[in-house]
T-cell receptor, first 112, second 116 residues
Framework: SQKIEQNSEALNIQEGKTATLTCNYTNYSPAYLQWYRQDPGRGPVFLLLIRENEKEKRKERLKVTFDTTLKQSLFHITASQPADSATYLCALASGNTGKLIFGQGTTLQVKP | NAGVMQNPRHLVRRRGQEARLRCSPMKGHSHVYWYRQLPEEGLKFMVYLQKENIIDESGMPKERFSAEFPKEGPSILRIQQVVRGDSAAYFC??????????????FGPGTRLTVT
């Protein structure tokens, strides 16, 4: 069955460093992959979308890579700030209706 | 432009009662998705609706759960005879078109259902 895995352990880093989060998937050939941010008690907020024919995408301090051979996406936050502390979700669209399958999420804690 | 609105934000029901969760999509969006987030678990797809049509309900439990998106008014997720296992955060998301083309979904703040 289709499976998406994110590192379930929280990631703790120092302010100013680069945070790297991993998303792996199996039994799946997605046309695109999305990353969302979720703060406690709130709904997910869309961050970036990357298509299968794109190796890398950037938005301000965010960078996403997509390796369809490894079946993996990496999400980077450069020059991290305490305000970046949140749970980051990887999501793949399943089927033709666009319903999203989410990973468990990785919680990032940036310490000042 | 107001975002996706959900109400109530918190809902407490006793076992056996009915829960009605409402979702008003962003202006101009005619596609609505419902997801459920159980404690310590990820978001799980439940149902996808367009105005007056259920397009994909593959994630909906077979019994007690139903959803609608009428021509006028919000989308409603209805849970009959709630049980403790229904306690979760329910999120609604909307998009301007079918998201299969790679369109992001805009999520509401969620309704937190607690069954006592």
């Amino acid at each position: 069955s289709q499976k998406i895995e994110q590192n379930s352990e929280a990631l703790n880093i120092q302010e100013g460093k680069t945070a790297t989060l991993t998303c792996n998937y199996t039994n799946y050939s997605p046309a695109y992959l999305q990353w969302y941010r979720q703060d406690p008690g709130r709904g997910p907020v869309f961050l970036l979308l990357i298509r299968e024919n794109e190796k890398e995408k950037r938005k301000e301090r965010l960078k996403v890579t997509f390796d369809t051979t490894l079946k993996q996406s990496l999400f980077h936050i450069t020059a991290s700030q305490p305000a970046d502390s949140a749970t980051y979700l990887c999501a793949l669209a399943s089927g033709n209706t666009g319903k999203l399958i989410f990973g468990q999420g990785t919680t990032l804690q940036v310490k000042p | 432009n107001a975002g996706v609105m959900q109400n109530p934000r918190h809902l407490v029901r006793r076992r056996g009662q009915e829960a009605r969760l409402r979702c008003s999509p962003m202006k101009g969006h005619s596609h609505v998705y419902w997801y459920r987030q159980l404690p310590e678990e990820g978001l799980k797809f439940m149902v996808y609706l367009q105005k007056e049509n259920i397009i994909d309900e593959s994630g909906m439990p077979k019994e007690r759960f139903s959803a609608e998106f009428p021509k006028e008014g919000p989308s409603i997720l209805r849970i009959q005879q709630v049980v403790r296992g229904d306690s979760a955060a329910y999120f609604c998301a909307s998009s301007p078109g079918q998201a299969s083309g790679g369109i992001e979904q805009y999520f509401g703040p969620g309704t937190r259902l607690t069954v006592t």
